[in-house]
């Protein structure tokens, strides 16, 4: 190790930006599913000892320095490992859309590791010889990681945290300080062997105090969790029977190719299927629940799916299902289209359309286009059908139905934003997830995605119910435990219970707060110890 230190502190050059690439690339596979957490104890004082061989230059090139490339490298290989998955939605597309996909997944993976650049330049500015760089390091860090979840609509895939989230026991420690705080904890943590080589002044033992302490911390966090999950009493709910449906309806990416009579008798032959001679069917259903994008149409161009719908449902049954809907009431003038939202439609009994959520968190380039002039010009659109997209819903995601405890909706990558389910938590009984991965089948992103969304039902204390198109269709009681589950790209359905909240976590009461007292104690930390080497 003492010759990979010295090595990463004297590269210069393209050698040191494939050097940091490389070891980026390793990091990658911290994110979920693959779960190694060594790669970043491995790769993280690559990164510190880059820095501490890096020129200072003058003027504004402190900023945009060697000091930026060496997080932009390392940066670029973890995203470029994290997203790779992200392809496989060009597939479905094919033609053009094929031909850029290489492109594309680079110049995403190019712009998120901006932010871990950045972040890299700012420490540099308040670098030292002494341990605490690394708390500078994480410390910015960490702050870059909040941001590329925060701006520009954020994109929080993959945050270094989830590397501590790899089972039930780890998992639990997100109910106190959430995912960015886990990815404040990882970065720091992974970083500690950079202490020990290359060898100073310093004994081995003094040395090596910090990466041990990293390892006791990881343990701490095991027995929490073991703990919390032992002595937590979680108890199902009574009054209602939830049948969530996983269809695999193909048409989503070519409504052309629909055929709305046909999908409605899929989905309803699908949810009054009988699973066994003891099964009643939906006869004590309360809830039949279709997943995001199992409507690839406008309700409006089929009127015969709204009363067959209510002559499928149960009496006192409602349908949740993801569908395409248009607001015809936006005064839009005549001629052209009204704004269509991607959103979670109730139906009840009588047929009649309850209560909707409108999607408020669009994927860009998928579900909407930035820029939509620029990018038409080149021949790309955004994946879902229609010449605008989506438009984006108020975000008010509590949804109140007769008969029925109330609930908050999460459609499709919603569920990736640690924080940012609303006030409304204190009234919600559980979350609804409705999602469809099926742009992405035979790739790690059906599982990366579901791992996501499990870590909100921890954060909140709330059951999560997750109902996926081609998969993975799951039921999380509020520790994140999967208590059900329908495999990837199988049809089937689930007769679900859910579980009862639990009294509000940490993290739902305080919110980042705690974290930002934390970043603010680390930057005073890094403008003290930058100070003291001056001073020496």
Not at 34 to 59: I, Q, S
Not at 123 to 152: K, N, P
Not at 503 to 530: D, M, N
Request: hydrophobic share 50%.
């Amino acid at each position: 190790m003492t010759w990979l230190a010295e090595t990463a502190m004297l590269a210069h050059g393209w050698r040191r930006f494939l050097m940091l690439l490389v070891a980026g690339a390793i990091a990658g596979l911290s994110v979920p599913p693959f779960y190694v957490l060594p790669a970043l104890f491995l790769t993280m004082p690559v990164w510190v000892w880059a820095l501490d061989g890096a020129e200072r230059l003058p003027g504004w090139r402190k900023i945009f320095g060697p000091a930026f490339w060496i997080g932009f490298a390392y940066g670029l290989g973890y995203f470029l490992v994290a997203f790779h998955w992200l392809g496989a939605a060009f597939f479905v597309e094919g033609g053009i859309m094929l031909a850029i996909m290489p492109f594309a997944i680079l110049a995403l993976a190019a712009v998120i590791a901006l932010f871990w650049g950045l972040a890299s330049s700012l420490a540099h500015l308040l670098w030292s010889t002494g341990a605490l760089r690394i708390v500078t390091l994480a410390t910015f860090l960490t702050m870059a990681e909040w941001a590329r979840g925060h701006f520009f609509t954020g994109f929080p895939f993959d945050l270094l945290g989830y590397a501590l989230t790899a089972n039930d026991e780890m998992s639990q420690l997100a109910s106190v300080i959430g995912v960015y705080g886990l990815t404040a904890l990882a970065a720091l943590l992974s970083m500690t062997p950079a202490l020990i080589w290359p060898a100073d002044r310093r004994g081995l033992s003094r040395r090596l105090a910090p990466f041990f302490l990293s390892l006791a911390v990881i343990v701490a966090q095991l027995v929490y969790g073991h703990y919390r999950l032992a002595d937590t009493v979680v108890t199902n709910r009574t009054d209602m029977r939830m049948r969530v449906i996983q269809p695999m309806v193909l048409e989503h990416a070519d409504w052309a190719e629909a055929k709305p009579a046909d999908i409605i008798t899929k989905l309803i032959d699908l949810s009054e299927t009988k699973t066994g001679p003891d099964d009643p069917g939906l006869a004590t259903v309360t809830q039949v629940v279709w997943p995001e994008s199992s409507l690839p149409f406008f309700l409006s161009d089929y009127p015969d799916a709204l009363p067959r719908i209510a002559k499928m449902l149960p009496p006192n049954g409602v349908l949740l299902t993801g569908a395409a809907r248009e607001d015809f009431g936006a005064g839009v003038p005549q001629g052209e289209e009204p704004p269509a939202y991607n959103s979670l439609i109730a139906i009840d009994k009588q047929g009649e359309i309850i209560a909707s959520y409108d999607k408020s968190h669009l994927v860009p380039f998928g579900e909407y286009l930035p820029f939509p002039q620029l990018f038409a010009a080149i021949g790309l659109k955004q994946f879902v059908p229609g010449a605008t997209g989506w438009q984006a819903g108020t975000g008010n995601r509590l949804m109140v139905l007769p008969n029925a405890p109330p609930f908050l909706a999460l459609i499709c990558y919603e569920a990736i934003f640690s924080g940012d389910l609303g006030r409304e938590t204190d009234n919600a009984q559980f979350i609804l997830n409705i999602t469809n991965d099926a742009w992405f089948d035979g790739s790690i992103g059906l599982a990366q995605h579901a791992e996501h969304a499990r870590l909100r039902a921890v954060e909140e204390g709330l059951p999560l119910i997750r109902v996926a198109n081609s998969g993975l269709t799951e039921v999380i009681d509020p520790l994140g435990r999967v208590t059900q589950s329908l495999p990837q790209e199988q049809i089937g359905l689930l007769d679900v219970v859910p579980a009862n909240r639990l009294p509000s976590t940490l993290f739902a009461r305080l919110g980042y707060w705690p974290l930002l007292g934390a970043v603010l104690a680390g930057l005073a930390l890094a403008v003290l110890s930058a100070r003291g080497k001056r001073r020496g």
